[in-house]
């Protein structure tokens, strides 16, 4: 089974601070890579996703990715209360097809 | 543009009993998905479909049965429920084709075993 890590949480960081949430798996030959926020009582919606090494901004959002650590990141630049969420890793291996592997999720405060 | 629907929102059982979830999509996107959401396990999943009459299983499958004869509908049923079975299930869906990947998630049932 492919394991995918997230950084425990709760993560809190203050309104316009910088927010990094990391997340490493297992399976070198993994191939895409997505970051899914869920508010609380709601269902996971796709912030961002990633396939290459490098970074991938969109809007306050960038996700990194290093294959060769088998590492991927989340960063939210100028963080806002309605960022605080609980966001999950999603991994895609091609032995899977279209099936994922998430992560346990880092809950993230924004605190005003 | 309902997009991807579960039925019901919110559901009490007892143990033995049958139950079923409803998920209904308007996209025609070819793969489907059952996940179970738990404290500390985070979404893994029970089964999918790569279209209709094609299901396999996921993570966690024993205790569960599913059915695609609609490319819209995706049911899971629960043939004798357990506590264990207590969760949060949410159904997704993907294209397959030009965005194979974004999986797109319905609302979610809260299911309750007493």
């Known amino acids: ?112 | 543009d309902a997009g991807i629907t579960q039925s019901p929102r919110y559901k009490i059982t007892e143990t033995g009993r049958q139950v079923t979830l409803m998920c209904h999509q308007t996209w025609s996107h070819s793969y489907m998905f059952w996940y179970r959401q738990d404290l500390g396990h985070g979404l893994r999943l029970i089964y999918y479909s790569a279209a209709a009459d094609i299901t396999d299983k996921g993570e966690v499958p024993d205790g569960y049965v599913v059915s695609r004869s609609k490319t819209e509908n995706f049911p899971l049923t629960l043939e004798s429920a357990t506590r264990s079975q207590t969760s949060v299930y949410f159904c997704a869906s993907s294209e397959g084709r030009t965005s194979p990947e974004t999986q797109y998630f319905g609302p979610g049932t809260r299911l309750l075993v007493l």
Request: aromatic share 12%; with cysteine; proline share 5%.
């Open chain 1, 1 to 112: 089974q492919k394991e995918v890590e997230q950084n425990s949480g709760p993560l809190s960081v203050p309104e316009g601070a910088i927010a990094s949430l990391n997340c490493t798996y297992s399976d070198r030959v993994s191939q895409s890579f997505f970051w899914y926020r869920q508010y609380s009582g709601k269902s996971p919606e796709l912030i961002m996703s990633i396939y290459s090494n490098g970074d991938k901004e969109d809007g306050r959002f960038t996700a990194q990715l290093n294959k060769a650590s088998q590492y991927v990141s989340l960063l939210i630049r100028d963080s806002q209360p309605s960022d605080s969420a609980t966001y999950l890793c999603a991994v895609r291996h091609e032995d899977y097809g279209q099936n994922f592997v998430f992560g346990p999720g880092t809950r993230l405060s924004v605190l005003p």
